[in-house]
């Protein structure tokens, strides 16, 4: 119950993945001018940050003035350096003016990302200055609850070397792989099941202190149901991908956020 006082109450996170779009800079640049105009008229209310395509990072993070738009890098190596052609380390990222890190998204994991990926990039991030915002989701459910057992591997594993008392400095986004481009979102009441769960597996790990972690919910998440999962699903903000490369469907589900 205290938690959920202090979310309805607190400034809600909404992460943009655009994934591998727009197909050009041009592109790319009139969708973040839109975007972080919506951001910066809802600033009070809601913190956006935006994951561009990393080619497209540090140039539209250089049009940026104030704090009303942050970036997250997509992906990051846990390495600082050395032979890792393709990848990008989390002080590239920070250089890049990133402030935040996708970690184990669902689209990573299923080209081969494991856990223990995800464990040594959550590690990096934190220790770079970066937020790690780990991504953690089922691909199909069952009546025996066997994807509470997977989200909790997932949790056991990837926060395993969060330094003690930084645990809060961390982000989890649930994103149920079923749910990711379909039709529609996973029920609200079933969210605030799982919220309660994760902070349970934390507290477990890591103390009292994972009690207040941030989490974000993704998936079909749109301005029809972002509202009610805000309401009524115990998270703090939404991952947002299909929606987020729209501007206009991008600034309707911002202003559902604001008004909850």
């Known amino acids: 119950m205290q938690h959920d006082t202090i979310a309805a109450m607190a400034k809600k996170i909404v992460v943009a993945n655009w994934k591998m779009n727009p197909p050009s800079f041009r592109e790319a640049k009139k969708l973040f001018e839109a ?14 940050v935006i994951a561009p395509p990393a080619l497209y990072l540090r140039a539209l993070a250089s049009l940026v003035r104030g704090a009303s738009t942050a970036f997250a890098a997509q992906n990051v190596h ?14 590239q990222a920070r250089d890049a003016k990133a402030a935040y890190a ?51 591997e997932q949790l056991r594993i990837g926060t395993a070397d969060v330094p003690q008392g930084k645990v809060g400095k961390l982000i ?27 902070r349970k597996v934390l507290a477990e790990a890591h103390g009292e ?19 009610a999962m805000l309401e009524e ?8 991908g299909r929606a987020s490369i729209e501007a206009e469907r991008f600034r309707i589900l911002l202003n559902a956020v604001a008004e909850r």
């Not at 846990?78 to 002080?91: D, H, I, P, Q, R």
């Not at 202190?209 to 509202?227: P, Q, R």
């Not at 699903?233 to 947002?240: A, E």
Request: some cysteine.
């Open 35 to 48: 975007e972080k105009k919506a951001a910066a008229a809802l600033a009070r209310r809601v913190t956006v």
């Open 78 to 91: 846990w390495e600082s350096a050395g032979a890792f052609t393709g990848e990008m380390s989390c002080l």
């Open 102 to 152: 996708l970690v184990g998204h669902a689209e990573r994991r299923a080209a081969g990302e494991t856990n223990d990926d995800a464990r040594k990039k959550v590690a990096a991030c934190l220790g770079a200055g970066l937020t790690p915002v780990l991504c953690i989701g089922e691909a199909a459910r069952n009546a025996e609850g066997a994807h509470f057992d997977y989200v909790r």
């Open 172 to 198: 989890v986004a649930y994103e149920p792989v079923w749910a990711i481009g379909a039709a529609a979102a996973m029920k609200p009441r079933d969210m605030h099941e799982m919220a309660i769960f994760i």
């Open 209 to 227: 202190g994972a009690l207040s972690v941030t989490i974000l919910y993704g998936g079909a998440v749109d301005s029809t149901n972002a509202a």
């Open 233 to 240: 699903g115990d998270v703090d903000g939404l991952l947002v």
